[in-house]
């Protein structure tokens, strides 16, 4: 007669084995947190501490290369030591709120890579300084840009460290709150380092777009721009001229067309020429034919001031292409919904026609009150929040309200605005 296993039996089973993925998840945090502070204590030493003493850096630079590792260092060392002593809970309960360390070192390490690289260039005396530090025996043929990235990838470690701790703990363990207040902390950091990373790798792709372009009277570079995608279409021109290939650059909130410049140019052969912005948060898409697998395909977009047909006898490039206009129109034109529906709550409710009369008989014996009418209006219309516009332009240019400002704005960059 075969014996079936309890529910109790099952329930312990469950229980023994969520506390031994516990205990060695939890063994695996305390070494890696040991291994860890002792990394941030080599730089806290060797090059934080000798180089205050030394002054071969200025203070502001120094700061600028290792921001706020020093306090990261010391808020470790502390949630170090509940570890060790297996209070994990209690640990990071009172780890987390200093967090505000991580996320100043999160949004400074671009800047602290570029100041760094420029003192290796220009500094002799860092340099000599760094490279003897990293020979010592306590780096372990780690380098100082190697070090400075550790505070970024803990916190990555922290997260899934975290989330298989909290899965593997009782509800019912006084520890298992603590635990998940930390996971969303945590996740919080994590995510601040991953949208960093993508302004970051976006501000490279707008930076490179710019050198391609000769001269600069195209501006690329722009607060809220996105860069999604390049490559060559042939533009079909209206009246049946000759079909000629374009190169396009696709953005969050414009089109950029451009031709290249002449090879024989010695500075200029690889870069490309602006001929037409198209802005998108108007516009509007349709794939002419190309809906099957046949051979190539043609856009139609259609601008209030403009009409443009592109063909591309790639299928699937063109399909991509396809793929990414519409969804930079769409998340462009719901985002300028989202703020007319923000403007359109703004707005003072209309006054009827007795009370405007009163206040214009009102307003005509008092001068004063007047003025202060109009200062009030005044300040109104300043509380009222600027239309968001993704691709705001750079500040040294002024948004154009009319279509004559827009042209005469074009006129002067160099790149029809269309």
């Avoid at 570029?114 to 860092?126: C, D, E, M």
Wanted: glycine share 4%.
């Amino acid at each position: 007669m075969s014996s079936f296993p309890g529910p109790r039996n099952s329930i312990q089973e469950q229980r023994d084995r969520w506390e031994r993925k516990r205990s060695r998840t939890a063994r695996e945090l305390v070494q890696t947190e040991q291994h860890y502070c002792q990394r941030l204590k080599l730089v806290t030493t060797y090059f934080v501490e000798i180089l205050k003493a030394k002054g071969t850096l200025r203070q502001d630079i120094r700061e600028n290369i290792f921001s706020s590792i020093k306090a990261i260092h010391s808020v470790n060392q502390s949630l170090l030591v509940h570890l060790e002593n297996g209070y994990f809970g209690r640990g990071f309960d009172q780890f987390c709120p200093h967090l505000q360390h991580y996320n100043t070192y999160v949004d400074n390490i671009y800047n602290a890579r570029k100041v760094l690289g420029i003192q290796l260039k220009k500094n002799k005396a860092f340099r000599r300084f760094k490279k003897l530090q990293e020979t010592r025996p306590e780096f372990n043929n780690q380098t100082l840009e190697e070090l400075l990235q550790l505070p970024i990838l803990r916190i990555d470690q922290y997260k899934h460290f975290l989330q298989d701790l909290t899965a593997n703990t009782s509800p019912d363990n006084p520890e298992f709150q603590q635990l998940s207040r930390a996971v969303t902390a945590v996740s919080e950091v994590s995510q601040r380092i991953q949208n960093n990373t993508r302004r970051h790798e976006n501000h490279l792709q707008l930076c490179r777009v710019q050198k391609l372009l000769k001269g600069r009277k195209t501006k690329v570079l722009a607060a809220g721009r996105w860069y999604i995608r390049e490559g060559w279409l042939n533009v079909v021109p209206p009246k049946g001229a000759e079909v000629k290939p374009k190169m396009f650059f696709l953005f969050s909130d414009m089109l950029l067309q451009a031709k290249r410049c002449s090879p024989l140019h010695l500075t200029n052969g690889d870069k490309f020429t602006g001929q037409h912005i198209y802005p998108l948060q108007d516009c509007t898409l349709e794939k002419v034919f190309g809906h099957t697998r046949s051979k190539g395909g043609l856009l139609s977009l259609t601008f209030p001031r403009a009409k443009l047909l592109l063909m591309s006898s790639n299928q699937e490039d063109l399909n991509d292409w396809y793929q990414s206009l519409s969804s930079a129109i769409r998340k462009l034109q719901s985002k300028q919904t989202v703020v007319h529906h923000r403007d359109e709550s703004y707005q003072r409710p209309a006054h009827s026609a007795a009370d405007s009369n009163n206040v214009l008989s009102s307003s005509s014996n008092n001068p004063g009150r007047k003025r202060n009418m109009v200062s009030i209006e005044t300040n109104e219309q300043a509380e009222k929040p600027p239309v968001e516009w993704e691709s705001s332009a750079p500040k040294r240019l002024k948004q154009c309200d009319t279509p004559e400002q827009s042209s005469a704005d074009a006129s002067s960059s160099g790149c029809v605005i269309l």
